[in-house]
């Protein structure tokens, strides 16, 4: 779901070389999902190989990585734990979405209303415990470093930022902003535009945003509390700037939470979560040596992705010595629609 508090920030866009030689803890489930949100065919449809396993994620996953080395931004994938007993009404709040998102998108599609299906289909996108190890295996094998969390990935990756282990954190939510991180960067699952470059990233400074809002740190969870969370659905009727002006007056935890009609066993268990979530307590880890040949298993030979793309994207590596390419005859399927997503090649 998400913090809704688009409202009330105001990102920074920043360039790339301004962001060459950082380190971001990437909020794994987040980015991923975004990636099978995003890259699709016409009808909504996800790209699959020939044995009909989704693969826009890997699609995601290894094009904007490569992208990102090449401009010199490194990160560390930060994925899911053992979520919140609290979070259990959100899980199930979002199988139900999907249910309702699979229903209109498959009328969509029979009515022959692409725009509409492929609307539906983004809120579709399921990440099963295969492909998230999957996903993990190609980022170890591009040389990324990736970490399992105890608990929330959101909570873990602004940890790593909070202690200086990376510059700041990369999600399309707000929350790791709640759990601490000093940056946090968006847009770094974006789609490129016609340039065929990175799309723009924008960044909130922490520190800043709670200057400019003129409140504190537990305030802004607060607001967070009063407007909805992962772990509570919020007030009726308060949005992010109703949140603001009434954390504004300063009141303090119990006289908000009452005058915004908030339980305050709820609130405190929720604030609870966010000043001191479950995390863990290593240093952020050292990336693995990059292994090219890993790389074309999982893409070429396990998924049938083209060979020359993936030794193109590879290119724009630093060289690690690898042997020389194997040219396989790539094998037919869904997997070549690939070939005609603009997406797929940076």
Partial sequence: MGLPLRD??????????????????????NVVYQFLATIRQADGTPFSDANGAVTSHLIGIFYRTVA????GVRT???????????????IRARIRAKERAQAAWDEARAAGDLETARSKAAQTSRLTRPMVEEAIELLGALGLATVRAPGEGEAEAARLAAEGGVWGTASEDYDTLLFGAPRLVRGLAARRGPSRELAAAHMIDRAELLGSLGISAEELIL??????????????????????????????????????????EEGRSVLEIFRHPTVGTDPAP?????????????????????????????????????????????????????????????
Avoid: M
């Fill in 8 to 29: 009330l920030v105001s990102p920074r866009e920043v360039g790339w070389a301004e962001l060459s030689g950082k380190s971001l803890a990437v909020d794994g489930y």
């Fill in 68 to 71: 990102l080395l090449h401009e």
């Fill in 76 to 90: 560390v994938w930060v994925f899911d734990g053992t979520p919140p007993e609290l979070k259990a009404g959100t």
């Fill in 223 to 264: 607001i967070g509390i009063l407007v909805g969370t992962d772990f509570n659905e919020g007030a009726a009727g308060i949005g992010p700037k109703r949140a603001l002006k009434l954390v504004r007056q300063h009141l303090g935890l119990e006289a908000t939470l009452r005058a915004a009609g908030l339980s305050l």
């Fill in 286 to 346: 050292a990336p693995p040596p990059r292994r090219d040949e890993v790389v074309r298993s999982i893409l070429v030979d396990r998924h049938g992705f083209s060979l020359d793309r993936v030794e193109a994207a590879l290119r724009r590596l630093p060289s690690v010595g690898t042997p020389a390419a194997r040219r396989p005859a790539l094998p037919t399927g869904r997997q070549r629609l690939l070939d005609s997503f603009d997406g797929e090649a940076p």
